[in-house]
């Protein structure tokens, strides 16, 4: 196997192009071995290899910089530059990270995986090697999907104008995002694609960059002679190629959308090996709802920044919402802008993405929402300690950085019914801007009020005495373990409270709880710093009551084991009730 003798990028260099063709057949073969048994990025990495090798045999990385964009395509490169164990022997996948990581290779200079960022990280790699007198390449690669992103667009048009340099920015047209493509710049890449690159109308020479197009994006031979003409160019330029994503499987090449990442499957049929069971799940509810909601009320409408599948709507359920859908590409700061003029225009937004992304929106939420106090609702999926582990993707942030912006309720549902009440209210009500947050573990079932309007009122589930658990969201079941637990192995049955409001506090409850408690333990989904526990424990500061606030760690988590992390950080109802043994 030709694989066998590539360690680094300088054994690329001396293969033929017929060697570099059955390469890349033995890296699908490798992608492959991976993806089938830990599951990954499938379709745009298939997609890539050849622009890869191409790029490889042209450049002299790591003296020439790739950065990648999402790093959704970096495998091949991660094989090419001496980390092919992580594909091809079973024993060694988690030694390899599913993004590029600085911390693996000298070849890797970023830890991405966030999209739309590798044209302004690559460009300040050049502003950097000009400031210091180099002459090294810079390359930036970025699929088309991430290009609608704010951040690609603001450094394409610093690029075009503000350097007069090397600077190679490779897109990656494959016609895809993770759904389909949305805004007008796709409209403009579909016409460079029928006229071959000739058309009059440019969006990339529009901000005042060369421009190269290359059709044979999965042709080795093609690519060479592509990268080799621009190789040690004097000043940015495009190279617009045009790809097949997941090209080598015919399944992934129809589907492009289901296929773009994957969990463990058979590679025969193309049916997930992992069986999650055939319950209930909040993703499930969550389509339910919306889709009943579309229909019950023409108010209504979705607002995703290329994010449906987030809360489960696919491409039949994003053709029934129709014009109560918009998805207005990878955009959040434009997403929440949006719904902040939805709902100011009386109509009912619901933003629908992961935790992470909203991240990128925290000024529109701050700006545009909240001081304005528009009514928009904002659902987010994955903020679970254990739903997404890589450090890129961890949604554990969120109740630290959001409970904290003025005028915005922030709730965190314990139970289906919960849940379900709350987006109801939520959408319908006129008064404030809230952010929900969907529960990341089995789905509870437990009576709950029909309306939240009365802000930041707990609810007391369990009344007793001497130690309060205040358990938030998704953790309420974990107070309702730890409270068994208190009354089996110390003979009292502790108060259980509900908080549901994550943003404020029911100092009423909190006050009412000294007359009979001594300790109060806050259980939270996510980071203690900042978060919800600490306002709790702040609050109580100048009375005599003891706090002990249980979550996570402001740290950047990376591909752990959740159980094991809940273990050391003292999460379990055993370790609480040793806890409670020294207090009480």
Same mark, same amino acid.
């Given at each position: 196997?030709?694989?066998?003798?590539?360690?680094?990028?300088?054994?690329?260099?001396?293969?033929?192009?017929?060697?570099?063709?059955?390469?890349?057949?033995?890296?699908?073969?490798?992608?492959?071995?991976?993806?089938?048994?830990?599951?990954?990025?499938?379709?745009?990495?298939?997609?890539?290899?050849?622009?890869?090798?191409?790029?490889?045999?042209?450049?002299?990385?790591?003296?020439?910089?790739?950065?990648?964009?999402?790093?959704?395509?970096?495998?091949?490169?991660?094989?090419?530059?001496?980390?092919?164990?992580?594909?091809?022997?079973?024993?060694?996948?988690?030694?390899?990270?599913?993004?590029?990581?600085?911390?693996?290779?000298?070849?890797?200079?970023?830890?991405?995986?966030?999209?739309?960022?590798?044209?302004?990280?690559?460009?300040?790699?050049?502003?950097?090697?000009?400031?210091?007198?180099?002459?090294?390449?810079?390359?930036?690669?970025?699929?088309?999907?991430?290009?609608?992103?704010?951040?690609?667009?603001?450094?394409?048009?610093?690029?075009?104008?503000?350097?007069?340099?090397?600077?190679?920015?490779?897109?990656?047209?494959?016609?895809?995002?993770?759904?389909?493509?949305?805004?007008?710049?796709?409209?403009?890449?579909?016409?460079?694609?029928?006229?071959?690159?000739?058309?009059?109308?440019?969006?990339?020479?529009?901000?005042?960059?060369?421009?190269?197009?290359?059709?044979?994006?999965?042709?080795?031979?093609?690519?060479?002679?592509?990268?080799?003409?621009?190789?040690?160019?004097?000043?940015?330029?495009?190279?617009?190629?045009?790809?097949?994503?997941?090209?080598?499987?015919?399944?992934?090449?129809?589907?492009?959308?289901?296929?773009?990442?994957?969990?463990?499957?058979?590679?025969?049929?193309?049916?997930?090996?992992?069986?999650?069971?055939?319950?209930?799940?909040?993703?499930?509810?969550?389509?339910?709802?919306?889709?009943?909601?579309?229909?019950?009320?023409?108010?209504?409408?979705?607002?995703?920044?290329?994010?449906?599948?987030?809360?489960?709507?696919?491409?039949? &359920?994003?053709?029934?919402?129709?014009?109560?859908?918009?998805?207005?590409?990878?955009? #959040? *700061? @434009? $997403?929440? +802008? %949006?719904?902040?003029?939805?709902?100011?225009?009386?109509?009912?937004?619901?933003?629908?993405?992961?935790?992470?992304?909203?991240?990128?929106?925290?000024?529109?939420?701050?700006?545009?929402?909240?001081?304005?106090?528009?009514?928009?609702?904002?659902?987010?999926?994955?903020?679970?300690?254990?739903?997404?582990?890589?450090?890129?993707?961890?949604?554990?942030?969120?109740?630290?950085?959001?409970?904290?912006?003025?005028?915005?309720?922030?709730?965190?549902?314990?139970?289906?019914?919960?849940?379900?009440?709350?987006?109801?209210?939520?959408?319908?009500?006129?008064?404030?801007?809230?952010?929900?947050?969907?529960?990341?573990?089995?789905?509870?079932?437990?009576?709950?009020?029909?309306?939240?309007?009365?802000?930041?009122?707990?609810?007391?589930?369990?009344?007793? &005495?001497?130690?309060?658990?205040?358990?938030?969201?998704?953790?309420?079941?974990?107070? #309702? *373990? @730890? $409270?068994? +637990? %208190?009354?089996?192995?110390?003979?009292?049955?502790?108060?259980?409270?509900?908080?549901?409001?994550?943003?404020?506090?029911?100092?009423?409850?909190?006050?009412?709880?000294?007359?009979?408690?001594?300790?109060?333990?806050?259980?939270?989904?996510?980071?203690?710093?900042?978060?919800?526990?600490?306002?709790?424990?702040?609050?109580?500061?100048?009375?005599?009551?003891?706090?002990?606030?249980?979550?996570?760690?402001?740290?950047?988590?990376?591909?752990?084991?959740?159980?094991?992390?809940?273990?050391?950080?003292?999460?379990?109802?055993?370790?609480?009730?040793?806890?409670?043994?020294?207090?009480?």
């Amino acid at each position: 196997m030709i694989l066998d003798k590539i360690n680094s990028p300088a054994d690329v260099k001396k293969l033929s192009v017929n060697d570099m063709e059955r390469l890349a057949d033995e890296i699908r073969e490798a992608l492959f071995n991976r993806l089938t048994k830990i599951g990954g990025h499938f379709g745009p990495n298939f997609g890539f290899v050849e622009a890869t090798i191409a790029m490889h045999y042209v450049f002299n990385s790591p003296t020439d910089k790739f950065v990648f964009d999402v790093s959704h395509q970096s495998y091949t490169h991660k094989i090419l530059t001496g980390r092919k164990a992580g594909y091809i022997d079973d024993a060694r996948f988690a030694e390899d990270s599913g993004y590029s990581n600085p911390e693996e290779s000298k070849h890797d200079f970023f830890n991405i995986g966030h999209t739309s960022t590798s044209v302004a990280l690559a460009l300040g790699l050049a502003k950097g090697r000009d400031i210091l007198g180099h002459k090294e390449n810079i390359v930036a690669v970025i699929g088309d999907g991430s290009l609608s992103g704010g951040e690609a667009m603001e450094a394409l048009n610093v690029a075009g104008s503000e350097l007069s340099s090397n600077f190679i920015i490779i897109v990656n047209d494959n016609e895809q995002a993770i759904a389909e493509n949305h805004g007008g710049i796709y409209q403009n890449l579909k016409e460079l694609r029928k006229s071959n690159g000739k058309a009059q109308n440019n969006w990339f020479r529009a901000f005042g960059l060369d421009y190269i197009y290359e059709e044979n994006g999965n042709d080795i031979a093609s690519l060479i002679k592509v990268f080799e003409k621009v190789k040690d160019s004097t000043h940015p330029v495009v190279v617009h190629i045009h790809t097949q994503k997941g090209k080598g499987y015919r399944l992934a090449e129809e589907n492009r959308e289901a296929w773009h990442w994957c969990l463990p499957f058979d590679r025969a049929t193309g049916k997930p090996t992992v069986d999650f069971g055939s319950g209930e799940s909040y993703s499930d509810i969550t389509t339910k709802y919306i889709m009943d909601k579309a229909k019950k009320d023409k108010d209504f409408i979705v607002v995703s920044p290329a994010m449906p599948m987030s809360v489960g709507l696919g491409i039949n &359920e994003r053709a029934q919402l129709g014009r109560q859908y918009i998805d207005t590409g990878i955009a #959040e *700061e @434009a $997403a929440v +802008a %949006i719904a902040s003029g939805i709902a100011t225009n009386s109509a009912k937004p619901l933003v629908v993405t992961n935790m992470t992304f909203l991240q990128r929106a925290y000024d529109q939420i701050s700006q545009d929402v909240c001081i304005n106090n528009a009514p928009v609702t904002m659902l987010m999926n994955y903020t679970a300690f254990d739903g997404l582990t890589d450090v890129t993707h961890l949604g554990i942030f969120g109740l630290a950085a959001f409970t904290n912006i003025p005028n915005l309720v922030v709730l965190c549902p314990s139970s289906a019914e919960e849940y379900v009440n709350m987006l109801d209210w939520s959408i319908d009500q006129k008064e404030h801007p809230v952010l929900i947050l969907i529960p990341g573990n089995a789905v509870a079932h437990r009576a709950a009020d029909k309306s939240f309007g009365n802000i930041n009122k707990y609810k007391v589930e369990q009344q007793g &005495e001497k130690v309060a658990i205040v358990a938030l969201g998704d953790f309420y079941q974990k107070g #309702e *373990e @730890a $409270a068994a +637990a %208190i009354e089996k192995e110390l003979g009292f049955k502790p108060t259980l409270v509900n908080p549901r409001f994550a943003s404020g506090l029911d100092k009423e409850l909190l006050d009412n709880l000294k007359s009979r408690h001594s300790l109060v333990i806050t259980l939270e989904d996510g980071i203690v710093d900042g978060g919800f526990g600490e306002k709790i424990a702040s609050y109580y500061g100048p009375s005599d009551m003891k706090v002990i606030n249980l979550g996570l760690e402001k740290k950047f988590y990376d591909r752990y084991n959740p159980q094991q992390l809940l273990e050391s950080l003292g999460i379990t109802a055993e370790k609480i009730v040793e806890r409670v043994k020294k207090f009480v």
